[in-house]
């Protein structure tokens, strides 16, 4: 468990990422408009970096050079406590998690995945724990993450490549939404790259979800962007956009290349009485 950090100790936020996502359903921010120094937050950050370098291979796709980790925590709002909670025992990943998006992903429709959790010992991250609560400050204006607990989705994904002729996807590998409660936000935070070409991110309407981004009228596409900085990153009010990472090749430098992002998902757990 981890307990609420003090009340002057509680991250700011910036009324211009919440004032995009209230407006527009999307909000794209530096890590400065997070209150973060990258250079001030480098230990928790190499900490973070460490767990990628070792990142197992997507089980549901082990083709595809794609390397994950995911873990639930549970948000108290009305005590700010937040709670990791413990995965199902596993013989080959140590614990699991369930990740289900119900029928939103077309590579996995209805597929309740157990991923491989992430290591406890990050669950005490500094920056890890800042970026969540951080992030829930940006969504929990909405009235329905108010009076219910909160389910947080902690999401380590690596797209990797070793050779020239590959590429590394994400998946759905299209627009897509995440799907679940309307009170669902996904916020995504870049943690680095190194040697590639790719990993374009757009952001585009509902209803151009399950379609390629260069198959669409220009109105249909809010933003075009490629991270570059450590911690920057974008949100996405998830029923009221689509959003998509495009595949990753490797670039002109030496050496294999990489793409890694920690993605927060923030839902209301809903009654199953």
Not at 133 to 142: E, F, V
């Given at each position: 468990m981890k307990e609420a950090p003090a009340l002057n100790d509680r991250p700011r936020t910036n009324d211009a990422v919440t004032d995009a996502l209230r407006r527009d359903g999307y909000a794209r921010y530096r890590a400065a408009d997070l209150d973060l120094d990258a250079a001030a937050r480098s230990r928790d950050l190499a900490e973070i970096e460490g767990v990628f370098a070792t990142l197992p291979p997507d089980p549901y796709a082990p083709h595809t050079n794609r390397f994950r980790r995911y873990s639930h925590a549970v948000y108290l709002p009305w005590t700010g406590q937040l709670f990791f909670t413990p995965g199902a025992p596993d013989p080959t990943h140590g614990t699991v998690t369930e990740y289900w998006q119900d029928d939103h992903n077309p590579e996995f429709p209805d597929v309740r995945r157990r991923l491989p959790d992430l290591p406890t010992a990050l669950h005490g991250n500094a920056l890890l724990q800042?970026?969540?609560?951080?992030?829930?400050?940006?969504?929990?204006?909405?009235?329905d993450l108010q009076r219910t607990p909160v389910y947080v989705g902690v999401h380590l994904l690596k797209l990797a490549v070793h050779a020239s002729a590959e590429t590394a996807?994400?998946?759905?590998?299209?627009?897509?939404?995440?799907?679940?409660?309307?009170?669902?936000?996904?916020?995504?935070?870049?943690?680095?790259?190194?040697?590639?070409?790719?990993?374009?991110?757009?952001?585009?309407?509902?209803?151009s979800a399950g379609r390629q981004p260069d198959d669409l009228p220009d109105t249909a596409v809010h933003a075009r962007f490629t991270l570059h900085d450590p911690l920057d990153g974008y949100a996405v009010h998830d029923h009221r956009v689509s959003h998509y990472v495009g595949p990753v090749s490797l670039g002109d430098g030496t050496g294999p290349g990489e793409r890694r992002i920690l993605i927060i998902g923030i839902a209301p757990y809903g009654p199953r009485l």
């Open positions: 800042c970026l969540i609560h951080t992030d829930l400050a940006h969504a929990t204006w909405l009235d996807v994400s998946s759905p590998n299209s627009l897509h939404q995440d799907g679940g409660s309307p009170a669902t936000f996904t916020f995504a935070h870049f943690i680095g790259s190194t040697n590639i070409r790719g990993g374009e991110n757009v952001i585009a309407t509902p209803e």
